[in-house]
């Protein structure tokens, strides 16, 4: 689409508009900063959302499946407890961030702060042209956390970044960066109690130093009403190791774009992957990968169940550079599709410019094995609780690759409620 065109907008274009129109007044940031607010706004209102005849957003055609935009957020909302207990939190309520707790190796402020202090380091700038979730959450985004981790760093408990969201729209963007031979866990939490509709964006920068050794888990919760759009931008050094898992289990309209560049020789990304799709959502994940230097690994796995007349996608591009040799990755797609009504869509790719690597990717989608089926209602078992055994197992199996028991339970026993009210 060009940015250029003229187009008549949509009630959902035109809200957003209006929206910046309301806020531009009071959102933070220097006269560099509003700047670019305003040409980013401009570009929505001069060239809407994408569609479908956009490569990037062909499966999730944004302009026609944003209906409607609700006006900005509303009443706060309480925050609720931390996935694990023993947690330390950082609550970003109606996209409003709270105060950054006390803990060794941390320190940094709120992207509000960051903004106000003409902070470069809160960028702006689009992954591509037709980067709608960069030009929606850069034109309104107001708070979030901008924190760095001290080098050498092993945080004791967990954080948790909770976004708890109430209803209205929400734009927030984090930055968190880990030093040289860091270690801990990070988990990135999306909840909103049943009640008004939200359009949420966040957008979420990672990187990791020499040596860091990080677990990051997105765990979306939203209301079933609800637009999720997220981004993840990542960075990862030499030797580092990331383990990255995405549970999408709520909302209507849901898209996580994640961006990973490999710019560390020896470093290696593990992705993980559950969707959980009902009624008539929509959620889409789209995975970037560049492994730019030598000796590099990554494996990506994805697993989706579809009830109802749910959609999902999933998009996964492998890019491997000319002289990043002796690249191992792997990708796979993988669909239970409970329903004759539902759909996934699977586009793994693969762009490879070096000649001594090891890439691979697969995509299935499948109802549930008739054999294993009958194996287990032939031993007494209600089909089902048959069923909701295989389909627990089929996701399971992932999350436990996670290798921390807590919090594989903890993740697990969401997946389990989110099915035991779909099955």
Not at 136 to 146: E, V
Not at 211 to 228: F, W
Not at 295 to 319: M, P
Not at 377 to 388: D, T
Request: aromatic share 4%; hydrophobic share 40%.
């Amino acid at each position: 689409m060009n940015m250029q065109e003229k187009i008549k907008l949509t009630a959902a274009e035109e809200a957003l508009v209006a929206s910046f129109g309301r806020l531009a007044g009071s959102l933070p940031g220097n006269a560099d900063v509003t700047t670019e607010r305003d040409r980013l706004a401009g570009e929505i209102r001069s060239g809407g959302l994408p569609t479908r005849r956009v490569e990037a957003w062909h499966y999730t055609d944004l302009r026609n499946l944003l209906r409607t935009v609700p006006e900005e957020a509303g009443e706060a909302v309480n925050t609720l407890p931390p996935l694990l207990a023993e947690s330390t939190m950082l609550s970003l309520v109606q996209g409003r961030a709270g105060r950054l707790p006390q803990v060794e190796g941390l320190s940094g402020t709120t992207t509000a702060e960051a903004l106000a202090n003409g902070d470069n380091s809160v960028r702006l700038e689009l992954s591509y042209a037709e980067d709608a979730i960069g030009r929606i959450n850069g034109a309104m985004m107001s708070d979030g956390f901008s924190v760095d981790i001290a080098e050498g760093t092993e945080l004791d408990t967990p954080l948790e970044l909770q976004a708890v969201h109430g209803g209205g729209q929400v734009h927030s963007r984090n930055r968190v960066a880990f030093g040289a031979a860091t270690k801990g866990t990070v988990v990135e939490r999306h909840v909103a109690p049943e009640g008004d509709a939200a359009l949420v964006s966040m957008l979420t920068s990672l990187s990791l130093g020499r040596d860091a050794e990080i677990t990051y888990v997105i765990m979306q919760q939203q209301g079933a009403g609800d637009t999720h759009l997220g981004k993840l931008k990542i960075e990862l050094g030499e030797n580092a190791r990331l383990k990255l898992l995405v549970v999408n289990a709520g909302g209507k309209l849901v898209r996580h774009e994640i961006d990973c560049d490999v710019k560390g020789e020896g470093a290696d990304l593990m992705l993980r992957g559950v969707n959980l799709l009902g009624g008539e959502s929509h959620t889409d994940i789209t995975f970037d990968l560049g492994h730019n230097v030598p000796n590099t690994t990554s494996t990506e796995t994805v697993r989706n169940v579809v009830f109802d007349k749910a959609r999902g996608v999933f998009q996964g591009l492998i890019r491997v550079a000319p002289d990043a040799q002796k690249v191992d990755a792997k990708m796979s797609c993988n669909t239970l599709l409970m329903s004759d009504f539902g759909s996934f869509s699977a586009k793994p790719e693969l762009e490879i410019f070096a000649d001594d690597v090891q890439c691979g990717h697969g995509a299935t989608v499948t109802d549930i094995d008739p054999n294993h089926l009958y194996y287990m209602m032939a031993r007494g078992i209600p089909r089902k609780v048959a069923e909701g055994l295989l389909i627990n197992a089929f996701v399971a199996e992932v999350v436990e690759e996670l290798e921390n028991e807590q919090l594989s339970e903890a993740v697990e026993a969401i997946i389990t409620d989110w099915l035991d009210r779909h099955e």
